[in-house]
Protein backbone atom coordinates (compact mmCIF):
# COMPACT_ATOMS: atom_id res chain seq x y z
CA UNK A 1 0.00 0.00 0.00
CA UNK A 2 1.15 3.22 -0.79
CA UNK A 3 2.85 5.14 2.23
CA UNK A 4 0.27 8.26 3.57
CA UNK A 5 0.72 9.45 7.14
CA UNK A 6 -2.78 11.22 8.71
CA UNK A 7 -2.67 15.02 11.07
CA UNK A 8 -4.80 16.20 13.15
CA UNK A 9 -5.65 19.79 12.17
CA UNK A 10 -6.71 21.96 14.90
CA UNK A 11 -8.50 24.80 12.66
CA UNK A 12 -9.40 24.88 9.16
CA UNK A 13 -7.21 27.42 8.25
CA UNK A 14 -4.27 24.77 9.31
CA UNK A 15 -5.04 23.93 5.77
CA UNK A 16 -4.99 25.71 2.54
CA UNK A 17 -8.58 26.29 1.05
CA UNK A 18 -6.88 24.65 -2.55
CA UNK A 19 -5.99 21.57 -0.73
CA UNK A 20 -9.45 21.43 1.25
CA UNK A 21 -11.53 22.62 -1.74
CA UNK A 22 -8.94 19.87 -3.79
CA UNK A 23 -10.88 16.73 -1.84
CA UNK A 24 -14.05 18.66 -0.72
CA UNK A 25 -15.49 19.42 -4.15
CA UNK A 26 -13.29 17.64 -6.60
CA UNK A 27 -13.61 18.37 -10.40
CA UNK A 28 -16.32 16.45 -11.54
CA UNK A 29 -18.13 15.89 -8.56
CA UNK A 30 -21.56 17.81 -8.08
CA UNK A 31 -20.47 20.68 -5.92
CA UNK A 32 -21.96 20.75 -2.09
CA UNK A 33 -21.40 24.68 -0.51
CA UNK A 34 -21.44 23.06 3.10
CA UNK A 35 -18.09 20.61 2.84
CA UNK A 36 -16.68 24.18 0.92
CA UNK A 37 -13.90 25.68 2.38
CA UNK A 38 -14.96 28.93 2.99
CA UNK A 39 -18.39 27.60 5.04
CA UNK A 40 -16.26 25.51 7.34
CA UNK A 41 -14.14 29.11 7.82
CA UNK A 42 -16.88 31.15 8.59
CA UNK A 43 -18.13 28.61 10.83
CA UNK A 44 -15.47 28.31 12.84
CA UNK A 45 -14.00 32.00 12.87
CA UNK A 46 -17.17 33.74 13.88
CA UNK A 47 -17.51 31.17 16.98
CA UNK A 48 -20.17 29.59 15.89
CA UNK A 49 -18.02 25.97 15.90
CA UNK A 50 -15.62 26.11 18.82
CA UNK A 51 -14.62 24.91 21.97
CA UNK A 52 -16.61 27.18 24.22
CA UNK A 53 -19.60 26.27 22.17
CA UNK A 54 -18.55 22.59 22.51
CA UNK A 55 -17.60 21.81 18.68
CA UNK A 56 -13.79 22.13 18.83
CA UNK A 57 -12.42 21.41 15.64
CA UNK A 58 -10.46 18.29 14.96
CA UNK A 59 -10.10 17.74 11.14
CA UNK A 60 -8.08 14.88 9.63
CA UNK A 61 -5.76 15.50 7.08
CA UNK A 62 -4.07 12.59 4.76
CA UNK A 63 -0.98 13.08 3.02
CA UNK A 64 1.06 11.11 0.41
CA UNK A 65 4.00 12.42 0.52
CA UNK A 66 3.53 16.11 0.80
CA UNK A 67 0.14 15.76 -1.28
CA UNK A 68 -3.31 16.13 0.46
CA UNK A 69 -5.38 12.83 -1.08
CA UNK A 70 -8.22 13.38 1.84
CA UNK A 71 -10.01 14.95 4.41
CA UNK A 72 -12.24 14.54 7.15
CA UNK A 73 -14.68 17.28 8.20
CA UNK A 74 -14.12 16.37 12.51
CA UNK A 75 -15.44 18.01 15.75
CA UNK A 76 -14.91 16.52 19.35
CA UNK A 77 -18.33 17.16 21.10
CA UNK A 78 -19.06 18.06 24.89
CA UNK A 79 -22.80 17.52 24.10
CA UNK A 80 -24.94 16.50 21.06
CA UNK A 81 -26.79 19.84 20.11
CA UNK A 82 -26.87 20.95 16.56
CA UNK A 83 -26.13 17.54 15.09
CA UNK A 84 -30.15 16.42 13.98
CA UNK A 85 -29.05 12.99 14.36
CA UNK A 86 -30.25 11.89 18.22
CA UNK A 87 -28.13 10.21 20.07
CA UNK A 88 -29.04 11.91 23.75
CA UNK A 89 -30.45 8.83 25.00
CA UNK A 90 -26.98 6.91 24.59
CA UNK A 91 -25.71 9.28 26.05
CA UNK A 92 -28.13 9.24 29.20
CA UNK A 93 -27.90 5.18 29.30
CA UNK A 94 -24.30 5.43 28.87
CA UNK A 95 -24.06 7.61 32.16
CA UNK A 96 -26.49 5.91 33.97
CA UNK A 97 -24.01 2.35 33.24
CA UNK A 98 -21.04 4.58 35.07
CA UNK A 99 -19.52 5.75 31.77
CA UNK A 100 -18.08 9.21 29.97
CA UNK A 101 -20.06 10.03 26.91
CA UNK A 102 -18.27 12.92 25.99
CA UNK A 103 -16.07 14.08 24.39
CA UNK A 104 -16.90 12.18 21.39
CA UNK A 105 -15.75 12.42 17.56
CA UNK A 106 -18.25 13.94 15.15
CA UNK A 107 -17.80 13.80 11.40
CA UNK A 108 -20.47 16.22 10.16
CA UNK A 109 -20.63 19.65 9.18
CA UNK A 110 -22.06 21.49 12.24
CA UNK A 111 -25.99 22.60 12.40
CA UNK A 112 -26.33 21.04 8.66
CA UNK A 113 -28.51 18.73 8.22
CA UNK A 114 -27.75 17.51 4.58
CA UNK A 115 -26.07 14.83 3.21
CA UNK A 116 -22.56 15.22 1.72
CA UNK A 117 -19.51 13.03 1.32
CA UNK A 118 -18.04 12.73 5.00
CA UNK A 119 -14.72 11.09 3.39
CA UNK A 120 -13.60 13.49 1.45
CA UNK A 121 -10.94 12.15 -1.32
CA UNK A 122 -9.61 14.03 -4.59
CA UNK A 123 -11.23 12.28 -8.05
CA UNK A 124 -8.41 9.68 -7.95
CA UNK A 125 -8.60 6.31 -9.24
CA UNK A 126 -7.60 5.47 -5.63
CA UNK A 127 -10.53 7.04 -4.11
CA UNK A 128 -12.21 3.65 -3.03
CA UNK A 129 -8.98 2.75 -1.11
CA UNK A 130 -8.35 6.36 0.19
CA UNK A 131 -11.51 6.10 1.96
CA UNK A 132 -11.22 3.40 3.72
CA UNK A 133 -8.04 4.67 5.17
CA UNK A 134 -10.09 7.69 5.92
CA UNK A 135 -12.19 4.93 7.88
CA UNK A 136 -9.01 3.30 9.28
CA UNK A 137 -7.50 6.40 10.21
CA UNK A 138 -10.49 7.86 12.61
CA UNK A 139 -11.30 4.40 14.48
CA UNK A 140 -7.44 4.73 14.95
CA UNK A 141 -7.56 8.47 16.71
CA UNK A 142 -11.06 7.47 18.19
CA UNK A 143 -9.18 4.13 20.38
CA UNK A 144 -6.04 6.69 20.50
CA UNK A 145 -7.63 9.55 22.46
CA UNK A 146 -10.11 7.01 24.11
CA UNK A 147 -13.32 8.95 22.69
CA UNK A 148 -16.72 7.08 23.80
CA UNK A 149 -17.74 6.95 20.04
CA UNK A 150 -17.41 8.32 16.53
CA UNK A 151 -19.87 9.55 14.71
CA UNK A 152 -20.21 9.78 10.54
CA UNK A 153 -23.63 11.82 9.77
CA UNK A 154 -25.99 12.73 6.80
CA UNK A 155 -23.27 10.15 4.97
CA UNK A 156 -24.18 9.27 0.62
CA UNK A 157 -25.80 5.93 0.46
CA UNK A 158 -22.27 4.33 -0.60
CA UNK A 159 -20.42 6.30 2.07
CA UNK A 160 -22.53 4.45 4.50
CA UNK A 161 -22.92 1.07 2.77
CA UNK A 162 -18.86 1.46 3.03
CA UNK A 163 -18.97 2.29 7.38
CA UNK A 164 -21.11 -0.69 8.02
CA UNK A 165 -18.74 -3.45 5.96
CA UNK A 166 -15.97 -2.00 7.86
CA UNK A 167 -18.08 -2.80 10.63
CA UNK A 168 -19.77 0.45 12.25
CA UNK A 169 -23.37 0.69 13.04
CA UNK A 170 -25.82 1.62 10.82
CA UNK A 171 -28.29 4.26 11.31
CA UNK A 172 -31.11 5.51 8.98
CA UNK A 173 -33.93 8.91 9.45
CA UNK A 174 -36.09 10.27 6.96
CA UNK A 175 -36.10 14.09 5.67
CA UNK A 176 -38.47 15.35 2.13
CA UNK A 177 -36.77 16.99 -0.70
CA UNK A 178 -38.63 18.42 -3.61
CA UNK A 179 -37.92 17.21 -6.71
CA UNK A 180 -37.69 19.09 -10.17
CA UNK A 181 -39.60 17.06 -12.54
CA UNK A 182 -38.56 19.45 -15.56
CA UNK A 183 -40.82 22.19 -14.55
CA UNK A 184 -40.45 25.58 -15.84
CA UNK A 185 -42.78 27.57 -14.12
CA UNK A 186 -44.74 26.70 -10.48
CA UNK A 187 -48.07 26.01 -12.17
CA UNK A 188 -46.19 23.16 -14.12
CA UNK A 189 -45.69 21.93 -10.66
CA UNK A 190 -48.57 22.18 -9.23
CA UNK A 191 -50.54 20.00 -12.23
CA UNK A 192 -48.84 16.84 -11.42
CA UNK A 193 -50.71 17.23 -7.79
CA UNK A 194 -53.78 15.75 -6.99
CA UNK A 195 -56.77 18.65 -7.40
CA UNK A 196 -57.00 18.87 -3.50
CA UNK A 197 -53.39 19.50 -2.89
CA UNK A 198 -53.18 22.28 -5.80
CA UNK A 199 -56.02 24.29 -4.09
CA UNK A 200 -54.71 23.71 -0.80
CA UNK A 201 -51.17 25.51 -2.19
CA UNK A 202 -52.79 28.23 -4.26
CA UNK A 203 -54.91 29.14 -0.88
CA UNK A 204 -51.63 29.07 1.14
CA UNK A 205 -50.08 30.74 -0.90
CA UNK A 206 -52.76 33.65 -1.50
CA UNK A 207 -53.09 33.83 2.05
CA UNK A 208 -49.43 34.27 3.07
CA UNK A 209 -49.24 37.27 1.52
CA UNK A 210 -52.80 38.94 2.12
CA UNK A 211 -51.59 41.49 4.61
CA UNK A 212 -49.96 43.26 2.05
CA UNK A 213 -46.43 41.02 2.18
CA UNK A 214 -44.09 41.25 -0.48
CA UNK A 215 -40.82 39.21 -0.47
CA UNK A 216 -37.43 39.64 -1.95
CA UNK A 217 -34.72 37.43 -3.28
CA UNK A 218 -31.23 38.51 -2.28
CA UNK A 219 -27.96 36.77 -3.26
CA UNK A 220 -24.40 37.94 -4.24
CA UNK A 221 -23.09 41.70 -4.05
CA UNK A 222 -27.04 42.42 -3.06
CA UNK A 223 -26.29 40.77 0.54
CA UNK A 224 -26.03 43.83 3.05
CA UNK A 225 -25.20 44.27 6.18
CA UNK A 226 -28.82 45.70 6.85
CA UNK A 227 -30.21 42.50 5.51
CA UNK A 228 -28.25 40.37 8.07
CA UNK A 229 -29.20 42.83 11.16
CA UNK A 230 -32.73 42.69 9.76
CA UNK A 231 -32.25 38.34 9.49
CA UNK A 232 -29.97 37.73 12.54
CA UNK A 233 -33.18 39.64 15.10
CA UNK A 234 -35.59 37.23 13.74
CA UNK A 235 -33.63 34.25 13.54
CA UNK A 236 -32.63 34.99 17.36
CA UNK A 237 -36.27 35.36 18.93
CA UNK A 238 -37.44 32.26 16.65
CA UNK A 239 -34.76 30.02 17.85
CA UNK A 240 -34.65 30.72 21.17
CA UNK A 241 -38.83 30.23 21.25
CA UNK A 242 -38.56 26.79 19.46
CA UNK A 243 -35.15 25.67 21.11
CA UNK A 244 -34.51 27.93 23.59
CA UNK A 245 -30.76 28.70 22.24
CA UNK A 246 -29.26 29.43 18.93
CA UNK A 247 -26.09 28.30 17.14
CA UNK A 248 -24.78 31.10 14.97
CA UNK A 249 -23.19 34.29 16.00
CA UNK A 250 -24.20 37.15 14.17
CA UNK A 251 -20.57 37.25 12.40
CA UNK A 252 -21.07 34.33 10.81
CA UNK A 253 -23.87 35.73 8.45
CA UNK A 254 -21.08 38.71 8.09
CA UNK A 255 -18.50 36.47 6.72
CA UNK A 256 -20.74 33.80 4.68
CA UNK A 257 -21.84 37.28 2.86
CA UNK A 258 -18.26 38.01 2.21
CA UNK A 259 -16.59 34.95 1.25
CA UNK A 260 -19.65 32.82 -0.41
CA UNK A 261 -22.16 35.38 -1.63
CA UNK A 262 -22.70 33.93 -4.64
CA UNK A 263 -24.38 30.41 -3.03
CA UNK A 264 -25.84 32.21 -0.13
CA UNK A 265 -29.72 33.23 -0.94
CA UNK A 266 -31.69 35.12 1.12
CA UNK A 267 -35.77 35.12 1.29
CA UNK A 268 -36.89 38.21 3.17
CA UNK A 269 -40.62 39.35 3.52
CA UNK A 270 -41.17 42.57 4.42
CA UNK A 271 -44.41 44.42 5.32
CA UNK A 272 -45.55 48.07 5.51
CA UNK A 273 -41.55 49.14 4.72
CA UNK A 274 -39.75 46.57 7.03
CA UNK A 275 -38.53 43.06 7.32
CA UNK A 276 -40.22 40.97 9.14
CA UNK A 277 -39.60 37.06 8.38
CA UNK A 278 -36.67 35.57 6.67
CA UNK A 279 -35.20 32.53 5.66
CA UNK A 280 -31.50 31.69 4.35
CA UNK A 281 -30.82 28.70 2.02
CA UNK A 282 -27.34 27.55 0.19
CA UNK A 283 -27.07 27.37 -3.40
CA UNK A 284 -25.12 24.72 -4.67
CA UNK A 285 -24.33 22.91 -8.24
CA UNK A 286 -28.22 20.76 -8.63
CA UNK A 287 -29.54 21.54 -4.98
CA UNK A 288 -31.01 24.55 -3.20
CA UNK A 289 -30.34 23.81 0.82
CA UNK A 290 -32.97 25.03 2.75
CA UNK A 291 -31.61 26.30 6.42
CA UNK A 292 -32.86 28.98 8.83
CA UNK A 293 -36.30 30.59 9.48
CA UNK A 294 -37.03 33.13 11.77
CA UNK A 295 -39.97 35.73 12.06
CA UNK A 296 -40.95 38.41 13.94
CA UNK A 297 -44.56 38.73 13.23
CA UNK A 298 -46.84 35.61 13.01
CA UNK A 299 -49.19 35.49 9.54
CA UNK A 300 -50.71 32.23 8.38
CA UNK A 301 -48.87 30.51 6.05
CA UNK A 302 -45.73 32.53 5.73
CA UNK A 303 -43.62 30.15 6.73
CA UNK A 304 -44.50 27.59 4.26
CA UNK A 305 -44.42 30.57 1.90
CA UNK A 306 -40.97 31.52 2.96
CA UNK A 307 -39.48 28.04 2.75
CA UNK A 308 -41.22 26.00 0.74
CA UNK A 309 -42.90 27.54 -1.80
CA UNK A 310 -40.35 30.28 -2.92
CA UNK A 311 -37.28 27.62 -2.45
CA UNK A 312 -39.52 25.23 -4.81
CA UNK A 313 -39.66 28.99 -7.40
CA UNK A 314 -36.18 29.75 -6.88
CA UNK A 315 -34.79 26.30 -7.94
CA UNK A 316 -37.44 25.93 -11.40
CA UNK A 317 -36.28 29.77 -12.25
CA UNK A 318 -32.67 28.42 -11.89
CA UNK A 319 -32.74 25.06 -13.21
CA UNK A 320 -31.99 23.00 -10.14
CA UNK A 321 -32.62 20.06 -9.86
CA UNK A 322 -34.03 19.65 -5.89
CA UNK A 323 -34.80 21.42 -3.13
CA UNK A 324 -33.58 20.13 0.51
CA UNK A 325 -35.29 21.83 3.21
CA UNK A 326 -33.44 20.68 6.39
CA UNK A 327 -34.71 18.41 8.94
CA UNK A 328 -37.86 16.66 9.31
CA UNK A 329 -41.31 17.76 8.86
CA UNK A 330 -44.20 15.09 7.41
CA UNK A 331 -46.34 18.32 6.75
CA UNK A 332 -43.59 19.16 3.78
CA UNK A 333 -45.35 15.96 1.98
CA UNK A 334 -48.56 18.22 1.07
CA UNK A 335 -46.89 20.37 -0.50
CA UNK A 336 -44.93 18.63 -2.89
CA UNK A 337 -41.49 17.24 -0.99
CA UNK A 338 -41.08 13.02 -0.95
CA UNK A 339 -39.62 11.35 1.92
CA UNK A 340 -35.97 10.55 1.43
CA UNK A 341 -34.17 8.23 3.36
CA UNK A 342 -30.87 9.77 5.44
CA UNK A 343 -27.83 7.75 6.70
CA UNK A 344 -25.33 7.77 9.28
CA UNK A 345 -22.95 5.34 10.65
CA UNK A 346 -21.48 4.92 14.43
CA UNK A 347 -18.48 3.50 15.99
CA UNK A 348 -18.53 2.66 19.85
CA UNK A 349 -15.78 1.85 22.06
CA UNK A 350 -17.22 -0.08 24.89
CA UNK A 351 -18.30 -3.87 23.46
CA UNK A 352 -22.01 -3.73 25.37
CA UNK A 353 -22.84 -0.56 25.09
CA UNK A 354 -22.22 -1.33 21.16
CA UNK A 355 -24.36 -4.29 21.02
CA UNK A 356 -27.50 -2.82 22.83
CA UNK A 357 -26.84 0.42 20.09
CA UNK A 358 -26.89 -2.19 17.37
CA UNK A 359 -30.09 -4.27 18.09
CA UNK A 360 -31.77 -0.79 18.82
CA UNK A 361 -30.52 0.53 15.63
CA UNK A 362 -31.83 -2.80 13.81
CA UNK A 363 -35.65 -1.87 15.14
CA UNK A 364 -35.31 1.49 14.10
CA UNK A 365 -34.12 1.33 10.25
CA UNK A 366 -37.34 -1.30 9.84
CA UNK A 367 -39.68 1.18 11.67
CA UNK A 368 -38.00 3.82 8.97
CA UNK A 369 -38.20 1.72 6.29
CA UNK A 370 -41.77 0.89 6.92
CA UNK A 371 -42.02 4.73 7.06
CA UNK A 372 -41.17 5.85 3.95
CA UNK A 373 -42.86 2.97 2.24
CA UNK A 374 -45.97 4.56 4.05
CA UNK A 375 -45.26 7.96 2.57
CA UNK A 376 -44.68 6.94 -0.92
CA UNK A 377 -48.30 5.35 -0.90
CA UNK A 378 -49.56 8.33 0.43
CA UNK A 379 -48.20 10.93 -3.00
CA UNK A 380 -49.23 14.21 -3.31
CA UNK A 381 -49.28 13.91 -6.86
CA UNK A 382 -51.97 12.30 -9.08
CA UNK A 383 -51.81 8.76 -10.24
CA UNK A 384 -51.00 9.14 -13.68
CA UNK A 385 -47.75 10.94 -12.74
CA UNK A 386 -44.49 9.07 -13.28
CA UNK A 387 -43.37 8.67 -10.32
CA UNK A 388 -41.56 5.35 -10.67
CA UNK A 389 -38.96 7.40 -12.61
CA UNK A 390 -38.96 10.34 -10.47
CA UNK A 391 -38.19 8.21 -7.18
CA UNK A 392 -35.54 6.39 -9.44
CA UNK A 393 -34.05 9.44 -10.13
CA UNK A 394 -33.50 10.49 -6.65
CA UNK A 395 -32.42 7.41 -5.62
CA UNK A 396 -29.28 7.58 -7.68
CA UNK A 397 -28.90 10.60 -6.45
CA UNK A 398 -28.83 9.33 -2.99
CA UNK A 399 -26.05 6.87 -4.48
CA UNK A 400 -23.89 9.19 -5.97
CA UNK A 401 -21.59 12.31 -4.38
Known sequence: MTDRTAHILQNITAISPDD????????????????????????????????????????????EAKTTVGVVPIYLKSHSRGEYVFDSGWADAFYR???DYYPKMQVSVPFTPA??????????????????????SLVQVAKQIKVSSLHLT??????????????????????????????????????????????????????AVANDITIEWITGSDLKESHWDAFYEFYIDTSNRKWGTTYLTRSFFSLISELMPEQTLLILCKR???????????????????????CREDHRFLHFETCYYQAIEFAIANQLESVEAGA?????????????????????RDAGFREAIA???NDERRYVEQDIEWVESHTPFRTDVDLE??????KLDQLGN
Not at 115 to 136: A, F, N
Not at 155 to 183: C, E, I, S, V
Open 20 to 63: WNHCANPAGDEYNPFLDHRFLRALEESGSAAAETGWQPFHLCLK
Open 97 to 99: AGG
Open 115 to 136: TGRRLLVSDSPKRDQIEEQLLH
Open 154 to 207: FLPKAQWDRAGKFGMLQRMDTQFHWRNNGYDTFEKFLEDLSSKKRKNIRRERRG
Open 272 to 294: NGRYIAGAINFIGEKTLFGRNWG
Open 328 to 348: QGSHKIARGYLARPTYSAHWV
Open 359 to 361: QFL
Open 389 to 394: SFQHRL
